[in-house]
């Protein structure tokens, strides 16, 4: 994680990501995205985001205030630009 701009920012650690990657196809799984907050922000990719993502990966965006979850939105490059990926709420 970025430290000094936590708030907006986010870094995957290229070892961690090899490990969990590692562990995954040992499953016989794929990663096909990641997740991250915004802490007082909408679920919505910013700039930042557009910026650092990859084609053909879902961006699961959890919006975050202090009372709670506000809102969960999956993102996915396409040309470029993000367009929303629908999510299958699970009931419990
Ligand atoms: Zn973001």
Do not use: K
Not at 9 to 31: C, K, N, Q, S
Not at 53 to 76: F, K, L, M, N, Q
């Amino acid at each position: 994680m970025n430290e000094t701009r936590a708030h907006d920012r986010y870094e995957l650690d290229p070892g961690d990501f090899l490990v969990t990657d590692e562990r995954a196809r040992a499953d016989g799984l794929e990663i096909v995205g990641v997740w991250h907050s915004h802490p007082d922000h909408s679920a919505h990719p910013s700039e930042t985001d557009r910026e650092a993502a990859w084609e053909g990966w879902s961006y699961v965006i959890v919006s975050v205030t202090r009372d709670g979850i506000a809102d969960v939105r999956a993102w996915r490059l396409s040309s470029n630009e993000f367009v929303e990926d629908p999510i299958e709420r699970c009931q419990p």
